[in-house]
C-alpha cells in the first residue's frame, strides 16, 4: 500500500467534559479526494482544527508525509504543507483578488509576502516572482478570475469568493487542502463548477489530496474516492459512500435510532 499522505492516530480533543474529537485513526493516500462528514456539532470542524495546528491535541498524533507535525503550531503546519479554508469566507475585500492569493505565499517565501506588501520598496523582486506565479494559479483555476485580478476581492459573488479561497490554498504549494463546507450557499451550478474545479486542480498538482467537510450529499455522492463519518467525535465507517451511506451506524447517526427502527 502506499505510504499515507496524512496519518492520525489516537488524536482527540476535550473542552472540559465534553470530548469533541475522541480516539481517531485515520490514514489518507496522496493524490485522493476524501470527505467527512456527520451531523451538526459532530466534532467535524474540530478535527480540521487539530490537524492545522489551531487546537493542541490533548491525545494522539498527526503525521504529515511521515514526520510528526504534532502539536506545532498553526503557520508551522501551513509551511509543512497543509493549506485550508474556513466555513465563512475569510478573504482580504479591500484588496485585489492577485493579492489574496500572494498571500497564501507567505508561508513559504523567504521575506514574507506580508511584510513586502506593506513596505514597498523592499523585497521587490521576490514580490514581483509572486505575482508572476499568482497569476498562473488564478489562471489555471478560473480565466475569468485573472482577467478581474487587479479588482478588489470583496466584489466577488459566493462561488467566486470560494475559487479564490482555493487559488490562495494552493499558492502555498501545499500537500494537503482543507475544505470547510466549501459549496455552502452554492446553488447546482455551482456546486457542479466547484468539483469540476477540484478536479481540474487534482490533475495538476499530481499527488495533492483533498480533506473536504461537506454537507452537500450530492457533491459527497459524486466528488471524492472515499467519505469518512464522524458522530460525537468518534469516527463510526471509512469507505466509498455508496457502501457507508447504508451502514446501519451511520443512518442511526443522521436519521436517529427511531427512524431506522420505523424504516
Ligand atoms: N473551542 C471550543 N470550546 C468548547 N467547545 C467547543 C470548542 N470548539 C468546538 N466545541 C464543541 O465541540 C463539538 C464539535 O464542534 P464542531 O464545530 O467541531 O462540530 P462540526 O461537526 O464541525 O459541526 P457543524 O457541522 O455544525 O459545523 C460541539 O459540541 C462544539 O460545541
Known amino acids: 500500500m502506499t505510504e499515507p499522505l496524512l496519518s492520525l492516530r489516537g488524536l482527540g480533543i476535550r473542552f472540559g467534559g465534553l470530548v469533541a474529537v475522541d480516539d481517531v485513526n485515520l490514514d489518507l493516500p496522496p493524490s485522493h479526494i476524501t470527505c467527512v462528514i456527520g451531523p451538526n456539532g459532530a466534532g467535524k470542524s474540530t478535527l480540521f482544527n487539530l490537524i492545522t495546528g489551531i487546537y493542541k491535541p490533548s491525545a494522539g498524533t498527526v503525521a504529515l508525509d511521515g514526520e510528526d507535525i504534532t502539536g506545532l503550531p498553526a503557520h508551522q503546519v501551513a509551511a509543512k504543507g497543509i493549506a485550508r479554508t474556513f466555513q465563512s469566507s475569510r478573504l482580504f475585500e479591500d484588496l485585489p483578488i492577485l493579492d489574496n492569493v500572494m498571500i497564501g505565499m507567505h508561508a513559504r517565501t523567504r521575506t514574507g509576502v506580508l511584510t513586502a506588501l506593506l513596505t514597498p520598496g523592499r523585497a ?10 499568482a497569476g498562473r494559479i488564478l ?46 450557499g452554492m446553488d447546482d451550478r455551482d456546486t457542479a463548477d466547484l468539483m469540476a474545479d477540484i478536479r481540474r486542480v487534482m490533475a495538476e498538482n499530481p499527488g495533492l489530496s483533498f480533506l473536504i467537510i461537506e454537507h452537500d450529499m450530492r457533491l459527497v455522492a459524486e466528488l471524492p474516492q472515499d ?5 460525537y467525535g468518534k469516527k463510526i465507517a471509512h469507505g466509498k459512500f455508496a457502501d457507508v451511506r447504508l451502514l446501519p451506524r451511520v443512518q442511526q447517526a443522521y436519521l436517529g435510532q427511531k427512524a431506522v427502527e420505523d424504516a
Not at 124 to 133: F, P, Y
Not at 149 to 165: F, H, K, N, S, V
Not at 227 to 231: A, N
Open 124 to 133: 521587490r523582486r521576490e514580490l514581483a516572482g509572486c505575482a508572476e506565479e
Open 227 to 231: 467519505v469518512v463519518v464522524i458522530d
Open 139 to 184: 489562471k489555471s483555476l478560473s480565466e475569468a478570475l485573472f482577467a478581474r485580478r487587479y479588482e478588489p476581492a470583496g466584489i466577488l459573488p459566493q462561488a467566486d469568493r470560494r475559487r479564490l479561497e482555493i487559488a490562495r490554498a494552493l499558492a502555498s504549494k501545499p500537500k494537503l487542502i482543507l475544505l470547510d463546507e466549501p459549496s455552502s
